[in-house]
């Protein structure tokens, strides 16, 4: 059953009773006709002999398992090596790039402050995609 009160849904329930059952006696156990066993303490010889083949089938499965993440820990390991070799030649290779782009544009400027023309560029090489001999330059840009 549902009832709404200010846009909230509230839902009713019947609760019903549990009823536990009462734990059984020792006396209500003999009055319904039961016998009551000693049973000596430990395990026969049967239950040693699992317990023993539990331990050997356990070992030998321990033994594997060890085996099996020593060897992925070993992967592991030559990847994350393979890794830094590769991260640092990366970084070596960023940082001579950066240096020879970073010289280049001194080189540059050190030419344009000589008045030194620099070659032409041609083909698709400026933003614009267009030739450098058909580009317009803003005339207040000129005069700078």
């Known amino acids: 059953m549902f009832t709404q009160q200010r846009g909230i849904n509230i839902t009713k329930?019947?609760?019903?009773?549990?009823?536990?059952?009462?734990?059984?006696?020792?006396?209500?156990?003999?009055?319904?006709?039961?016998?009551?066993?000693?049973?000596?303490?430990?395990?026969?010889?049967a239950g040693k002999k699992q317990v023993a083949q539990f331990k050997k089938k356990y070992g030998?499965?321990?033994?594997?398992?060890?085996?099996?993440?020593?060897?992925?820990?070993?992967?592991r390991e030559k990847n994350n090596e393979e890794?830094?070799?590769?991260?640092?030649?990366?970084?070596?290779?960023?940082?001579?790039v950066n240096v020879l782009s970073q010289n280049r544009m001194v080189n540059m400027w050190a030419e344009a402050k000589k008045g030194i023309d620099l070659p032409p560029v041609s083909g698709k090489k400026t933003l614009t995609g267009k030739s450098q001999e058909q580009i317009k330059i803003n005339p207040k840009e000129k005069g700078l």
């Open 13 to 45: 329930r019947k609760v019903k009773m549990i009823n536990e059952k009462k734990k059984e006696t020792v006396a209500d156990f003999l009055k319904r006709g039961g016998k009551i066993t000693k049973v000596k303490g430990g395990m026969g010889s």
């Open 83 to 96: 890794l830094d070799i590769a991260r640092e030649e990366a970084e070596t290779m960023n940082k001579y």
């Open 60 to 75: 030998v499965m321990k033994k594997r398992e060890d085996e099996l993440d020593a060897k992925d820990r070993e992967e």
